[in-house]
């Protein structure tokens, strides 16, 4: 029997009342006098015994009453096996242990593992135990279910065997998926164990409830993913406790080479000089005990510089690279390594010079004369004559950047097809001519396979071009007419949601009102299958994109676009406007040919494969650098707060403690109230008072009749 209230028991003390008030002997009351006696002094009557107590069924009612009434206010109860203690409740460890790249720092493993393995020493062999490890994704080593099928006698052991079989990756660190991911795991083996309450030879306890103390061993370095825990709902009977590890050197330099940008003077030996240059970012952490340091290419004997960067500071540095000795070229792939760190997990960086690649921007123009035949010859070969021909203003393109050398060359319908290829011909330019109709198979295969098109209607269109253009735009009932106006028209709608567009988007940039059309098409009959990018006042389409899927689902999407003004000075301004470059430009695309120059441990590098560690990777004749993530570089420690802010019940021994004792208290408080002794109780005392008023008073008359 237990008792909500034990201190009310200190009110049957009371009972000492009754027994005191028996003990003490009345003095007679009635007097009688009588003549002789009258001049005779009074004494107290001599007793031939001690006091003694009389009416011994009045006082023990009277005393039960009071016992009872203390007992009734105790609020006694009796207890089930769940409301006593805590038996009942099977107990879950989830070892959570980083093993990112920030783990390789001096002492981290090593604390890492002790503090695990502590843990299960700690542990009672009923506990069920679970060993995950986490970098960029988590990994079940021992799950809390494989836990449960294990004689309790070898699961601290399987536990160890897992521990032990872990080491520090070069991956990058996300928190809050492997917090989300071993919470997840207490949640189902909860959910398992509810409803199968059959237990089993090896698991007697199927049927326990489960409480889960997840562990979680980590340097908390600020570098570290933990937004992936946001909106999460976070399981009932679990609870998160953060081991902060914490390295034995202070201090941390961390070596990165910028990527190499185009040089913004167009002077080719300054260029060629910048070439020969690499950018070098070098931070040190607010830790730090030292500002000198030594950048080092590898097989290098003197080094490259000599730097000086203080705690908590980030700077900047230009280093030549090395010659490859052969021709006195500078190399194209180059490890650079700075000294002076007492972690040296991220001083390293290996880097590859971007490959300049040879590329085609082809063109297809019909001359004017042949698309308008029953117009007499006029074109001369004079300069008003060229400047009215759509490939004049695209030659004054600049489609060239430093990681591709791109040429606009024009081609005849004979040839416009040979070696039509999306990587080494990254966009096809055309106006509506013949070829259009007669080449719709290849454009067509060749948008499939990723490459992009822009049709320009830069004149009218027969009956056969209308049919190729509605194929290329899924559009079976379109109809091109030409526009009747003596005016101009202007952009009145300009999609820039658009990735052509927007580039375009910023403030000072964005205004595409001021280009005047002085002749266009009109495209009615358009489907819901191609997007409509700029549109003009008079509703009608300027330029039309569609977006065709390419037969390799890892590559872009092909895409047609339909201009339907030319930009020569008789059609628009849109060759003299600012926009012209930024758009043909948009419309080239990405470099397909182009090896990045590092990538990030983690990243994919085509097919199944997966960069595993720094240093260079020949895939498929291509050659990769690979280096480590430079947020795992920020080593100080973040806020432990940032997690419980994030929904996590974060715990701790004693809290847990706490907690399990208000958990039982409010248990006992319903099962008191369900019992409800206490009434009845109330009730008895009632009943022993009434009978002691009956018998005190059957009493009293008693001795009045014998006074």
């Not at 695990?116 to 060993?131: P, R």
């Not at 306890?205 to 103390?213: F, L, V």
């Not at 060359?409 to 999306?422: A, H, I, N, Q, V």
Request: charged share 25%; net charge negative.
């Amino acid at each position: 029997m237990s008792f909500l209230a034990p201190l009310y028991f200190l009110g049957a003390l009371a009972v000492a009342g009754p027994i005191l008030f028996h003990l003490i002997r009345r003095q007679p009351k009635g007097e009688v006098e009588f003549s002789s006696l009258m001049f005779l002094d009074s004494t107290p009557p001599r007793l031939t015994r001690r006091s003694r107590l009389e009416n011994w069924p009045l006082l023990l009612l009277r005393c039960a009453a009071i016992l009872l009434l203390a007992f009734a206010f105790a609020r006694p109860f009796l207890p089930l096996s769940e409301s006593d203690s805590v038996e009942g409740v099977k107990q879950a460890v989830i070892v959570l242990i980083d093993q990112s790249a920030s783990m390789k720092r001096a002492g981290l493993w090593d604390q890492a593992t002790k503090k695990a393995k502590q843990i299960l020493e700690q542990a009672d062999d009923e506990t069920l135990f679970s060993v995950i490890a986490f970098d960029s994704v988590p990994r079940t080593m021992l799950s809390l279910e494989e836990s449960t099928r294990l004689v309790a006698e070898t699961r601290k052991s399987a536990a160890r065997d897992a521990i032990d079989q872990l080491s520090p990756t070069w991956e990058s660190t996300d928190v809050g998926k492997a917090i989300r991911y071993a919470a997840d795991q207490a949640a189902l083996l909860e959910l398992g164990e509810t409803e199968n309450a059959s237990s089993t030879p090896n698991n007697p306890n199927a049927s326990a409830t489960i409480e889960t103390r997840i562990v979680l061993l980590s340097d908390l370095q600020s570098g570290a993913e933990i937004e992936t825990l946001q909106g999460y709902e976070w399981p009932s009977r679990v609870w998160l406790d953060m081991e902060s590890l914490i390295a034995t050197t202070r201090g941390n330099v961390s070596l990165r080479v910028m990527p190499q940008m185009p040089a913004a003077d167009t002077d080719e030996a300054i260029r060629e000089a910048a070439a020969d240059v690499v950018r070098v970012q070098v931070a040190q952490t607010d830790d730090g005990e030292t500002s000198t340091f030594r950048l080092r290419f590898e097989n290098q004997d003197e080094d490259a510089a000599v730097i000086q960067v203080p705690p908590g500071q980030t700077r900047f540095f230009s280093v030549k690279l090395p010659e490859s000795g052969e021709a006195g070229d500078p190399v194209r792939t180059a490890t650079l390594t700075v000294s002076g760190d007492r972690d040296s997990f991220d001083n390293t960086f290996h880097f590859i010079r971007p490959k300049r690649i040879e590329q085609e921007v082809r063109f297809v123009e019909a001359s004017r004369n042949a698309s308008r035949p029953s117009e007499p010859s006029a074109e001369s070969d004079s300069e008003s004559s060229v400047r009215e021909t759509l490939s004049f203003y695209a030659n004054q393109v600049p489609w060239s950047d430093p990681t591709r050398e791109v040429t606009l060359k024009r081609r005849t319908e004979d040839d416009w097809s040979e070696g039509l290829d999306p990587v080494t011909t990254p966009l096809l330019i055309m106006n509506a001519s013949a070829v259009l109709e007669s080449g719709l198979e290849t454009i067509e295969q060749y948008l499939a396979s990723g490459g992009r098109v822009l049709v320009v209607l830069d004149r009218a269109v027969d009956d056969a071009t209308v049919a190729a253009l509605a194929s290329l735009l899924q559009s079976p009932e379109l109809a091109i007419g030409e526009t009747q106006t003596e005016d101009y028209r202007l952009i009145a709608s300009v999609d820039f949601k658009s990735a052509l567009i927007a580039p375009l988007s910023d403030p000072g940039v964005n205004d595409f009102s001021n280009i005047r059309i002085w002749q266009h098409r009109r495209l009615d009959g358009l489907s819901e299958m191609p997007s409509v990018t700029l549109k003009l006042d008079d509703g009608s389409p300027l330029l039309i994109r569609r977006d065709v899927a390419n037969d390799d689902p890892d590559l872009p999407a092909g895409k047609v676009w339909v201009l339907t003004s030319g930009w020569q000075p008789s059609e628009s301004q849109l060759a003299l406007s600012t926009k012209f470059v930024p758009v043909l430009l948009g419309m080239l695309g990405r470099n397909m040919q182009l090896a990045p120059e590092s990538l990030i441990v983690g990243e994919s590098l085509g097919d199944d494969a997966i960069a595993t560690e720094p240093g260079f990777v020949e895939v498929d004749g291509e050659t990769y650098a690979v280096n480590l993530d430079p947020t795992e570089s920020v080593t100080t420690s973040f806020d432990q707060d940032r997690i419980v802010q994030f929904g996590a019940v974060v715990s701790s021994p004693l809290a847990r403690q706490q907690e399990q004792t208000a958990e039982r208290a409010l248990r006992d408080i319903e099962l008191e109230a369900r019992q409800g002794w206490w009434q009845w109780l109330i009730l008895a005392t009632l009943g022993f008072i009434a009978a002691e008023t009956l018998l005190a008073a059957k009493d009293s008359t008693r001795q009045q009749a014998a006074a």
